[in-house]
């Protein structure tokens, strides 16, 4: 599985970005996919993570109500929409791929597949 990230910039608190992932592959569509982040000074933690058929979705607690994950399967894209974004959430966010959510939560650099990360940085 190949990803790429891209979307991120810099806003100010309150503002919304949309992050996207490209998925390539011979087997992407059995395989979850997910956002995680890493702020400096701190470990990568999960964000939210969808099944390839949208059915499931999981998100950390701190950015429920906030930010909504889909896809796009004609498009082979996973997007993310920040909204309401506040300083906290400033971090170099990837996205990246397993087929387990529970290790992909618990467990963030034990997912097999990542792509490239891309910035958001939020102002307060």
């Known amino acids: 599985v190949q990803l790429q990230a891209s979307g991120g910039g810099h806003v100010q608190a309150g503002g919304s970005l949309r992050l996207s992932c490209a998925v390539s592959?011979?087997?992407?569509?059995?395989?979850?996919i997910g956002w995680f982040r890493q702020a400096p000074g701190k470990d990568r933690e999960f964000v939210a993570a969808i099944t390839w058929n949208g059915q499931i979705t999981k998100y950390r607690n701190s950015v429920k109500g906030r930010f909504i994950i889909s896809r796009d399967n004609g498009y082979n894209t996973v997007s993310l929409h920040l909204n309401r974004l506040k300083p906290e959430d400033t971090a170099l966010y990837y996205c990246?791929?397993?087929?387990?959510?529970?290790?992909?939560?618990?467990?963030?650099?034990?997912?097999?597949?990542w792509g490239q990360g891309t910035q958001v940085t939020v102002s307060s």
């Open positions: 592959g011979d087997t992407f569509d059995e395989y979850i």
């Open positions: 990246a791929s397993d087929l387990n959510f529970l290790k992909m939560a618990t467990s963030p650099t034990s997912t097999r597949y």
